[in-house]
């Protein structure tokens, strides 16, 4: 790949990994299940607090220049210099007594989440997955402390400067800068980072988060600005079902999923998968029947477990049984992106009167 490619690369990347609290990183975590713990942030120690500290005014805490409303609002940022400088911004998940929140950005090209964490004056992203299309709790996660990365932290004066994890020096450059973003002008924080060739600088406003980013390097001015704050608004998604027609044909069928911020992502496929389909196609699992688990493991299999009614209750036959499994499977696993389901009832290996599965064994899933 020639060097100009390379820098494309970077750039798109760049942009790609945008979030209302700022920041960027690579990923640190690959699809775990969502047991343990996230640690807490390291103490990647202020390497610089300027020696005029008491002679400035220092800004009120920081928790004041994060967004005052973050349950179901959806942030719109508008870009120029790249077309993926424009991105929005949802919180999926919040945790607000252990102060962790989950961020997930669209930028109309990919998805990422980013998971932050605030605490002992410091907001740090914990955890990154790019290209991350399904919705998934990953606030309980073990996260790697080096792995890290200090957003903004206190003292908030000119000056207080640190290292990011990967070597790259990011330092308070302003505390009262007067940025023009699409939705006004504000007064800002600067927080400059530097690394080789490049400079990026972000700008939080009280009560807003991230109002405004600008990467600048050899050929390349990218900036992303905050244009709206929309309240109350659902983040939404495009789900594939699969159901089971009057000939016994799986067929596909397209519904929306809405989630406000702390939505069991369990309990809304449960949901969907208790409608019925197209030309009264019957639903795949009864009225009754409840998904106790929902997620993707770190071997990319789609874990999901049901209760003991999703048999009790599913009224069919061996060969209507094995569609229903199937279509569960596909509309599970093409969610999810992933090859495979481990389908279990009560957290015991699948067993009705047709079927007994072995412990692990898996359903394989119908690409799209």
């Known amino acids: 790949m020639g060097v100009f490619m390379k820098k494309i690369s970077f750039i798109i990347s760049l942009v790609c990994i945008s979030s209302i609290f700022g920041g960027c990183k690579k990923d640190t975590v690959q699809n775990p299940a969502p047991t343990g713990q996230v640690t807490e942030a390291p103490s990647q120690a202020v390497t610089k607090v300027p020696d005029n500290t008491e002679k400035q005014e220092e800004l009120t805490g920081i928790m004041e220049y994060l967004p005052e409303v973050i349950d179901s609002a959806e942030f719109i940022y508008e870009g120029e210099g790249n077309e993926y400088a424009s991105f929005h911004a949802y919180v999926d998940f919040a945790d607000k007594e252990k102060g962790l929140y989950q961020v997930r950005t669209n930028n109309g090209g990919t998805e990422k989440v980013d998971v932050y964490q605030i605490k002992d004056g410091m907001v740090s992203i914990v955890a990154t997955r ?26 908030l004066v000119k000056g207080t400067e640190w290292k990011l994890p990967d070597g790259r020096k990011r330092y308070i450059s302003a505390v009262d800068e007067k940025v023009k973003t699409l939705s006004g002008e504000v007064s800002a924080i600067e927080v400059t980072t530097e690394d080789s060739g490049s400079i990026t600088k972000e700008y939080y406003a009280k009560g807003m988060g991230l109002v405004q980013r600008n990467y600048v390097s050899e050929g390349f001015d990218i900036t992303s600005s905050l244009a709206e704050i929309k309240k109350e608004v659902p983040m939404t998604q495009d789900i594939t079902l699969y159901y089971i027609d009057m000939d016994e044909s799986i067929k596909e069928q397209t519904k929306e999923l809405k989630f406000n911020t702390n939505d069991s992502t369990a309990l809304k496929m449960q949901e969907l998968l208790q409608q019925e389909g197209i030309e009264g196609a019957r639903a795949l699992i009864s009225k009754n029947t409840k998904i106790n688990a929902l997620y993707l493991s770190e071997d990319n299999i789609v874990h999901v477990d049901f209760s003991k009614e999703f048999v009790y209750e599913m009224n069919a036959g061996a060969g209507y049984e094995s569609l229903i499994l199937k279509a569960v499977a596909n509309t599970l696993g093409n969610y999810y992106g992933a090859d495979e389901v481990l389908l279990t009832l009560e957290q015991k290996p699948y067993e009705s009167g047709h079927d007994v599965f072995e412990e692990g064994q898996t359903l394989l899933v119908e690409k799209k």
Not at 133 to 154: F, S
Request: hydrophobic content about 35%; proline content about 4%; cysteine-free.
């Open 130 to 155: 790019q290209e991350i299309y399904y919705r998934d709790n990953l606030l309980k996660e073990e996260i790697a402390k080096e792995n890290q990365e200090i957003v903004l932290m206190e003292p």
